[in-house]
């Protein structure tokens, strides 16, 4: 058995990080160091108060779903990974010990599946379909909700000159591109690329100076309220 519960956390873990790094300052040329800066610079008050963004720590939901198999390969580390909230109230959850993605109503009953090797990450698109990024297929996946296939990029079609080891979550952009995270192999990868809709890769992100392992990443500047579920599509 293994618990999910969603909470309200995004803008405490933003803000924690801008603080951090700029404890810390990293070279100015930091791609991230300049999106930090303006996060910063907008939305943090000089008086270092900002009510309207302290979340409360209340469990919005907390709920058990039982593993099928909860003593399979990778125990409850192997279960699941992602948890989202959709616009219109439903859960997907990407089961990567069943294969599957799966959606719940407000009452956990399924709703919607997808089978995929090894789903790490699932977003609910603003078209109604889903996007799905496969850990083992190195793929990313576009699904309409009969299950078809419709668009897909795999890691293969990034050019060589372009490291990149493993995918594991995803978002789509306003302007209808692609952002790919991976942990990176340890620095041995890039931790994200942008890819255009023509599976163009138009951007990448190798920083081991002073980023991590990327496993997902939000966009400050995408419209939308992140504490909103279906306003950003990450």
Not at 66 to 74: C, D, I, K, L, Q
Not at 118 to 123: G, H, I, L, N, Y
């Amino acid at each position: 058995m293994h618990k999910i519960v969603f909470v309200t956390l995004a803008v405490l873990i933003l803000a924690s990080a801008a603080w951090t790094l700029a404890a810390e300052p990293a070279p100015k040329s930091s791609p991230l160091m300049s999106i930090l800066d303006q996060f910063i610079a907008a939305d943090v008050p000089q008086n270092g108060s900002a009510e309207s963004e302290v979340p409360t720590g209340a469990k919005e939901v907390d709920h058990e779903l039982v593993a099928p198999n909860p003593g399979g390969p990778g125990g409850t580390h192997g279960q699941f990974r992602r948890g989202r909230i959709t616009a219109a109230g439903t859960y997907l959850v990407s089961w990567l010990s069943q294969g599957k993605v799966v959606e719940y109503d407000k009452d956990f009953k399924e709703i919607w599946s997808f089978k995929t090797a090894k789903p790490w990450a699932a977003v609910r698109l603003h078209n109604g379909n889903t996007l799905v990024t496969d850990e083992q297929l190195k793929t990313t996946l576009e699904v309409d909700p009969k299950g078809t296939v419709v668009w897909e990029f795999k890691l293969s079609e990034i050019p060589p000159a372009i490291p990149y080891k493993v995918s594991q979550t995803c978002a789509r952009l306003a302007n209808g591109n692609t952002v790919i995270c991976s942990m990176g192999g340890n620095g041995a990868g890039c931790q994200l690329v942008e890819v255009t809709p023509d599976k163009k890769v138009i951007w990448a992100l190798y920083d081991w100076t002073n980023v991590g392992p990327c496993t997902a990443v939000q966009i400050l500047d995408e419209p939308g309220i992140p504490e909103n579920p279906g306003d950003l599509e990450r």
